[in-house]
């Protein structure tokens, strides 16, 4: 069987190299989150599948960097255009894929996954630009150059919106590409491949190699014929692909996890602050910006705990394909396992957990109860780990030196959220915060033009805006002499 049908849809599972579809030796079993139903028996990429992409990839390259941004920012409109017009087949297979809210993929995600074609195509074209400046006479002219073939690795929890930020820039910049989206969740990216044919994309321009990281992923990264490596994925793995890049001394661009901190100041809306609190569990706290760690200022810690109760009571547990459904399962039986595995030893630390604490018995399968530890022990490892799942810390601090201690206080650096209702003292915080990204009063805001990415152990160099292009392009900089000229 080549193609498994998923909500009425075939959707290939061969890869996808040089415009075909392609068999492994080997396949995989993927299964859905939601009710463990089978979705399908995928390649298995191995080290002869991958060098067979890098070699399409890189036989494409030379008619896809001489096409020019015009046109291939017209065929990226072309594919943006056929992603909105099936963001009702994506949301529902990636679901099933990975289990997350429909609605979310519905009326944010998949919207999402378009514009970032869309944006890249446009900047590509029109706003891709440095004013030529002068030195002594001679003219510096910026510009950025495709760079060759780029690999792209994806994690599951937004598989498709993660692995579009990437190939939007880079297909815009004129390199080809070889994506290995996470094992886990192989659906959207298969179907996307379809759409890039479709849009008339050459073959060998978009490739797509499935399996696992360990074996596909490893030969990808590790192949010397590639001239970028964009991970998303965990800190371990970015350390193993860190040392296969670092003998062809391929550049990578590295977003990570987190530990990300969410500070609540004495002069904060506590209403807002719980609701945005509360939010930190969306994606059944699959997401790396998520702010696990609540730090409240301990004149106000009570009267916040009762309204973040208050919200968190209301959060409805079930089938993410259900529109009243705020949180679902996890997304595979291993990853609950870590996740129960955090809390278990949390309780046998003698940790005050005063919601939640293990998995859903009325749902059963990867249904985790959302959960609060309450003054966890300083140091401990739900205080310090990433857990990537529902499973909220909250602490107290007494003044601003603490709490900057506290939330600076890891080795992340992805993300803050500061809710404070006195612009001067949220200055005051920000500041001092080391993070990518921080939000204040809100969260989870993101312009693509803004820098997006992490600082210490939560990421290498930044996507967004001529950022992406840094990464994938080559820039290079002519400088033109006013002498020599026969005119
Ligand atoms: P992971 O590191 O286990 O896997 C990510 C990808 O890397 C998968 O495609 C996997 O197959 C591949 N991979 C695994 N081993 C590999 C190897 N040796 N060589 C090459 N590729 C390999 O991460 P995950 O569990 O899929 O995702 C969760 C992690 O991703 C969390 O740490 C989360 O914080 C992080 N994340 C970060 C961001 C961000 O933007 N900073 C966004 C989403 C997720």
Same mark, same amino acid.
């Given at each position: 069987?080549?193609?498994?049908?998923?909500?009425?849809?075939?959707?290939?599972?061969?890869?996808?190299?040089?415009?075909? #579809?392609?068999?492994?030796?080997?396949?995989?079993?993927?299964?859905?989150?939601?009710?463990?139903?089978?979705?399908?028996?995928?390649?298995?990429?191995?080290?002869?599948?991958?060098?067979?992409?890098?070699?399409?990839? %890189?036989?494409?390259?030379?008619?896809?960097?001489?096409?020019?941004?015009?046109?291939?920012?017209?065929?990226?409109?072309?594919?943006?255009?056929?992603?909105?017009?099936?963001?009702?087949?994506?949301?529902?297979?990636?679901? *099933?894929?990975?289990?997350?809210?429909?609605?979310?993929?519905?009326? /944010?995600?998949?919207?999402?996954?378009?514009? =970032?074609?869309?944006? +890249?195509?446009?900047?590509?074209?029109?706003?891709?630009?440095?004013?030529?400046?002068?030195?002594?006479?001679?003219?510096?002219?910026?510009?950025?150059?495709?760079?060759?073939?780029?690999?792209?690795?994806?994690?599951?929890?937004?598989?498709?919106?993660?692995?579009?930020?990437?190939?939007?820039?880079?297909?815009?910049?004129?390199?080809?590409?070889?994506?290995?989206?996470?094992?886990? !969740?192989?659906? !959207?990216?298969? +179907?996307?491949?379809?759409?890039?044919?479709?849009?008339?994309?050459?073959?060998?321009?978009?490739?797509?190699?499935?399996?696992?990281?360990?074996?596909?992923?490893? $030969?990808?990264? $590790?192949?010397?014929?590639?001239?970028?490596?964009?991970?998303?994925?965990?800190?371990?793995?970015? %350390?193993?692909?860190?040392?296969?890049?670092?003998?062809?001394?391929?550049?990578?661009?590295?977003?990570?996890?987190?530990?990300?901190?969410?500070?609540?100041?004495?002069?904060?809306?506590?209403?807002?602050?719980?609701? *945005?609190?509360?939010?930190?569990?969306? =994606?059944?706290?699959?997401?790396?910006?998520?702010? !696990?760690?609540?730090?409240?200022?301990?004149?106000?810690?009570?009267?916040?705990?009762?309204?973040? $109760?208050?919200?968190?009571?209301?959060? @409805?547990?079930?089938?993410?394909?259900?529109?009243?459904?705020?949180?679902?399962?996890?997304?595979?039986?291993?990853?609950?396992?870590?996740?129960?595995?955090?809390?278990?030893?949390?309780?046998?630390?003698? $940790? =005050?957990?005063?919601?939640? &604490? /293990?998995? =859903?018995?009325?749902? /059963?399968? *990867?249904?985790? @109860?959302? !959960?609060?530890? @309450?003054?966890?022990?300083?140091?401990?490892?739900?205080?310090?780990?990433?857990?990537?799942?529902?499973?909220?810390?909250?602490?107290?601090?007494?003044?601003?030196?603490?709490? *900057?201690?506290?939330?600076?206080?890891?080795?992340?650096?992805?993300?803050?959220?500061?809710?404070?209702?006195? #612009?001067?003292?949220? @200055?005051?915080?920000?500041?001092?915060?080391?993070?990518?990204?921080?939000?204040?009063?809100?969260? +989870?805001?993101?312009?693509? #033009?803004?820098?997006?990415?992490?600082?210490? %152990?939560?990421?290498?160099? #930044?996507? &967004? /805006?001529?950022?992406? +292009?840094?990464?994938?392009?080559?820039?290079?900089?002519?400088?033109?002499?006013?002498?020599?000229?026969?005119?």
């Amino acid at each position: 069987m080549t193609t498994v049908n998923v909500f009425g849809v075939d959707i290939d599972t061969r890869h996808y190299i040089n415009g075909q #579809r392609v068999a492994a030796k080997d396949t995989y079993k993927n299964t859905s989150p939601i009710d463990g139903s089978f979705l399908g028996e995928f390649a298995r990429g191995d080290a002869a599948d991958a060098d067979l992409a890098v070699k399409a990839a %890189k036989a494409a390259f030379p008619e896809w960097a001489n096409m020019g941004p015009q046109k291939r920012g017209e065929l990226l409109f072309k594919l943006a255009d056929l992603i909105e017009e099936n963001i009702e087949v994506l949301a529902n297979i990636e679901t *099933l894929d990975n289990g997350s809210l429909l609605r979310s993929h519905r009326r /944010g995600v998949m919207p999402r996954v378009a514009m =970032n074609i869309r944006f +890249f195509a446009d900047w590509a074209i029109n706003q891709l630009h440095h004013e030529p400046f002068e030195t002594r006479g001679h003219t510096n002219n910026v510009s950025w150059d495709p760079s060759g073939v780029a690999v792209l690795i994806t994690p599951w929890n937004a598989p498709l919106m993660l692995a579009t930020w990437k190939i939007g820039p880079a297909l815009a910049a004129g390199d080809t590409v070889v994506l290995k989206p996470a094992e886990w !969740t192989p659906l !959207t990216a298969s +179907f996307f491949a379809d759409l890039t044919k479709k849009a008339g994309i050459p073959d060998g321009v978009f490739n797509v190699v499935f399996g696992f990281g360990r074996e596909a992923g490893a $030969a990808l990264t $590790a192949h010397p014929e590639i001239s970028r490596i964009s991970f998303t994925g965990s800190v371990p793995t970015a %350390k193993i692909i860190a040392h296969a890049a670092a003998d062809n001394l391929t550049p990578v661009s590295f977003e990570l996890g987190g530990k990300s901190p969410l500070v609540v100041l004495e002069d904060a809306d506590l209403d807002l602050a719980a609701t *945005l609190a509360v939010e930190q569990y969306d =994606n059944a706290g699959q997401v790396c910006l998520s702010g !696990t760690r609540i730090l409240v200022h301990e004149s106000v810690a009570d009267e916040f705990a009762q309204k973040f $109760a208050e919200k968190a009571a209301a959060l @409805k547990q079930g089938d993410p394909r259900d529109e009243d459904t705020d949180i679902g399962p996890q997304i595979h039986q291993v990853h609950f396992d870590r996740i129960k595995g955090f809390v278990d030893r949390a309780k046998d630390e003698g $940790a =005050n957990i005063v919601m939640g &604490g /293990g998995p =859903n018995s009325d749902l /059963g399968g *990867l249904y985790f @109860k959302p !959960t609060l530890v @309450k003054d966890p022990t300083p140091g401990s490892e739900i205080v310090t780990q990433e857990i990537f799942g529902p499973v909220l810390a909250m602490q107290t601090f007494s003044n601003d030196e603490q709490a *900057l201690e506290m939330a600076n206080g890891t080795e992340f650096g992805l993300a803050a959220v500061v809710v404070s209702g006195d #612009r001067e003292h949220a @200055k005051k915080i920000t500041d001092k915060l080391v993070a990518g990204t921080i939000w204040v009063n809100c969260f +989870f805001v993101r312009d693509l #033009r803004a820098p997006f990415g992490g600082s210490r %152990k939560s990421g290498i160099g #930044r996507d &967004g /805006g001529t950022w992406s +292009f840094d990464f994938y392009a080559d820039v290079k900089n002519t400088v033109f002499s006013p002498n020599g000229w026969k005119e």
